[in-house]
């Protein structure tokens, strides 16, 4: 078990310090530290980890930790923002639109967001789905949000 915790704070380490942007470039830097990991090795330790992609303006996308929040909103909040189609609501969930290929760099935003009132997200290509407390006022996600995403 040490290897793994070894090889997922390295993992860590390497995307907090570098702009990765594929499996292929992260498995060069592990191996520069003498540490073997293949692609499907890295996706299983990507969704330990929660690790996703956020758009970035030179390198296209690259990896962020979840905890990296501020890290995405100094680099890309307002593409992110820009990003957002629309918001609808119906019942306890709401689904926000994206532009495509942008809902997953969105929904972690909205997960670091660690509102009580956001019980989770599910995020495709171009839409994050929130699932909302049961009789939640629409007002205070539009609030989160717009905090969240200040061009919205």
Do not use: W
């Not at 570098?18 to 592990?30: A, D, N, T, Y």
């Not at 019980?119 to 006022?137: C, F, H, P, R, S």
């Amino acid at each position: 078990m040490g290897k793994k915790n070894d090889r997922l704070n390295l993992i860590r380490k390497i995307i907090s310090e570098e702009l990765v942007g594929s499996q292929e470039e992260l498995i060069k830097h592990l191996a520069s530290y003498g540490v073997c990991a293949t692609q499907s090795t890295l996706s299983r330790d990507f969704k330990e980890i929660n690790i996703s992609k956020t758009p970035h303006r030179e390198k296209g996308y690259i990896y962020v930790l979840p905890s990296k929040i501020g890290y995405t909103h100094d680099i890309a909040t307002s593409r992110l923002s820009d990003a957002i189609e629309g918001v609808k609501y119906s019942g306890n969930m709401a689904v926000v639109s994206t532009k495509s290929g942008y809902a997953s760099a969105v929904g972690v935003v909205i997960d670091n967001i660690n509102a009580p009132e956001i019980l989770g997200t599910i995020a495709g290509d171009n839409v994050v789905m929130m699932v909302l407390k049961e009789d939640i006022d629409y007002s205070v996600i539009d609030e989160l949000l717009i905090k969240a995403f200040p061009a919205v």
